[in-house]
């Protein structure tokens, strides 16, 4: 079974910053790539950055310059730092991972619970 578990979500001020940790556990061989989402009230899920295995990144628009994705391949998790943290920026934070069981065939995508990161103005 593997398990993805999100933490450092929480309430700031705008302006403010945020590290957001993820990790993987369970039954893993290898770890393709990992990404960070986003859900606001009554809007979709959409993305905010992902990196390969290999450290290439990728960032939404709207966080560029304000939010670095990166990764500990030896500790199986992904972080997010967040600065310059606006209100549009409060949603709940999903992260996710391409994982290659132990004894799989191919990957499969898995989801974290989400952390809930709350942005006052």
């Known amino acids: 079974q593997v398990q993805l578990v999100e933490s450092g979500g929480g309430l700031v001020r705008a302006g403010g910053s945020l590290r957001l940790s993820c990790a993987a556990s369970g039954s893993i061989f290898s770890i393709d790539d990992m990404g960070w989402y986003r859900q606001a009230p009554g809007k979709q899920r959409e993305v905010v950055a992902t990196?390969?295995?290999?450290?290439?990144?990728n960032y939404a628009d709207s966080v560029k310059g304000r939010f670095t994705i990166s990764r500990d391949n030896a500790k199986n998790t992904v972080y997010l730092q967040m600065n310059s943290l606006k209100p549009e920026d409060t949603a709940v934070y999903h992260c996710?991972?391409?994982?290659?069981?132990?004894?799989?065939?191919?990957?499969?995508?898995?989801w974290g619970q989400g952390t809930q990161v709350t942005v006052s103005s």
């Open positions: 990196i390969t295995r290999g450290g290439s990144t």
């Open positions: 996710n991972a391409d994982i290659l069981e132990n004894g799989g065939r191919r990957f499969h995508g898995y």
